[in-house]
Structures are given as C-alpha cells and as structure tokens.
Nanobody
C-alpha cells in the first residue's frame, strides 16, 4: 500500500509564494508519475501540474510560468513551488501518484490566498 502525504499549505498574501511538498512511501516512487491537483469550493478537481518518471512536466494553463513541479526520487518527494499567487489559486491541493493506472491520493492541504 502506497501512502501519500502532503505538507506546506497555509495562508499567503496575493502575489506571494508557497511551496507544497508530497512524500510517498515505498521503494517504487521513482516509477510513479506524480501530480498535483486542486479543488476549490463548488468546483471539480483539476490537474495543476504533473511530472513523469523521466522528469517531463505538464502544467495547467492557469499556472504556467508561476508554478514549478519537481521531484527528488532519492527522498520520495515531489514539490510544487507556487509564485505570484492569486485569489483563484485558493483550493485544497492534492498530491497524486499514478502507476499503471493505479492512483494514490493524499489527504489534501489547504492553500488560501488572501488580500
């Protein structure tokens, strides 16, 4: 069983920065495509960014140029660096690990952007 745990959420002023971290248990972390999703109140969960086993990245248009996803396979960790945060970035952020169609989710971490 793979466990995924997020950390790093909180309150941040608009225009500020925040880094989320996600740790996944197990020695097969490097074989997972890792992703960050978010869900705002009343909205569907959406993909924010993902990173493949080879390090290839993909971003939602709304965060391109502001967010950066990275992974450290030695530490079983993936990070999401968020800059120039906007009110619309307020959501619960979820870390996801995907391998051969199996998905593993964290419990989510709240990010709230304030004025």
């Amino acid at each position: 069983q793979v466990q995924v745990v997020e950390s790093g959420g909180g309150l941040v002023q608009a225009g500020g920065s925040l880094t989320l971290s996600c740790t996944a248990s197990g020695s097969i972390f490097r074989s997972f495509t890792m992703g960050w999703y978010r869900q705002a109140p009343g909205k569907q969960r959406e993909l924010v960014a993902s990173i493949t086993t080879a390090g290839g990245t993909n971003y939602a248009d709304s965060v391109k140029g502001r967010f950066t996803i990275s992974r450290d396979n030695a530490k079983n960790t993936v990070h999401l660096k968020m800059n120039s945060l906007k009110f619309d970035d307020t959501a619960v952020y979820y870390c996801n690990g995907n391998r051969f169609g199996s998905n593993y989710w964290g419990q989510g971490t709240q990010v709230t952007v304030t004025s």
